[in-house]
């Protein structure tokens, strides 16, 4: 059993999809105060803060903790969530016909170990069509999701070629974790 400390929805499906015991509970972290030169660093440092919030709450001793954090990237640029539906149109151009970069960091800590990983996944996407993105944006799914996109939905039609893990696009590498979690 550990302790996911994220409120992501699609964290705890990956969990329970991977047959991983866990219960879910999180202290709030404010990325908006990072300043990052790269996408790596900026969720790295995302990441760190949440774990030291997380610490302080809730420690590893009477379980193993959690925390992850994702960035998507596109051509040079750190692509968060869209504040607007201008700002997710702009977000999503960047991506259209462009290879896009998931990034993941997680940090895992039990009383016996403690790792640090940032994994990344890379997609090629096709160039999306103008009305299928125009109806996108209008269906509002784009909010609250870095990249605006999810690659399990909108983005998924467009995708010519994947290099990496699709969990770690989808937020948590669990294929990373499972190799170093005790038995």
Not at 95 to 112: D, E, F, L, P, R
Request: glycine content about 6%; overall charge negative.
């Amino acid at each position: 059993m550990l302790r996911l400390a994220s409120s992501s929805q699609t964290r705890s499906m990956l969990l329970r999809n991977a047959s991983v015991a866990f219960t879910q509970e999180s202290v709030d972290f404010d990325e908006e105060k990072i300043v990052a030169t790269s996408a790596k660093n900026f969720v790295y440092q995302a990441t760190l803060g949440k774990y030291e919030a997380n610490m302080k709450a809730f420690g590893y001793d009477d379980m193993p903790l959690l925390v992850a954090d994702t960035v998507v990237t596109s051509q040079g640029k750190i692509l968060r969530k869209a504040s607007s539906l201008d700002d997710a149109r702009e977000i999503l151009t960047a991506q259209s016909g462009n290879i896009t970069s998931i990034i993941t960091c997680m940090i895992y800590h039990s009383k016996y170990k403690k790792i640090i990983d940032i994994s990344q996944t890379d997609y090629l996407f096709d160039a999306f069509e103008s009305d299928a993105l125009d109806e996108y944006l209008e269906s509002g799914e784009w909010r609250g999701k870095a990249g605006a996109c999810m690659v399990e939905g909108f983005c998924k039609a467009y995708i010519k070629e994947v290099r990496g893990f699709e969990s770690t696009a989808m937020g948590l590498s669990v294929e990373v974790l499972k190799t170093f979690m005790e038995k």
